[in-house]
């Protein structure tokens, strides 16, 4: 494995709850925000974030 690899698969999400639904966050699903990586639940609920973050960035949680 690189080393650019093995950098991706150790990094982990700020969170592990999704912001948009409150559901457990999928480490698959993420976006950029302030340079750190968000999880979602799911495509829908990572769309609905990445159209307004600001609407749900006090609700990223550990």
């Known amino acids: ?3 650019i690899a093995a ?3 150790s990094a982990a999400p700020a969170n592990t709850v999704c912001p948009v639904s409150g559901k457990d966050a999928d480490a698959s699903i993420t976006s950029k925000h302030k340079g750190a990586d968000v999880a979602f639940c799911c495509n829908k609920c990572k769309g609905k974030f990445d159209a ?3 609407k749900f960035e006090g609700k990223i949680k550990k």
């Open 1 to 3: 494995m690189s080393l």
């Open 7 to 9: 950098g991706v698969a």
């Open 52 to 54: 307004d973050p600001s």
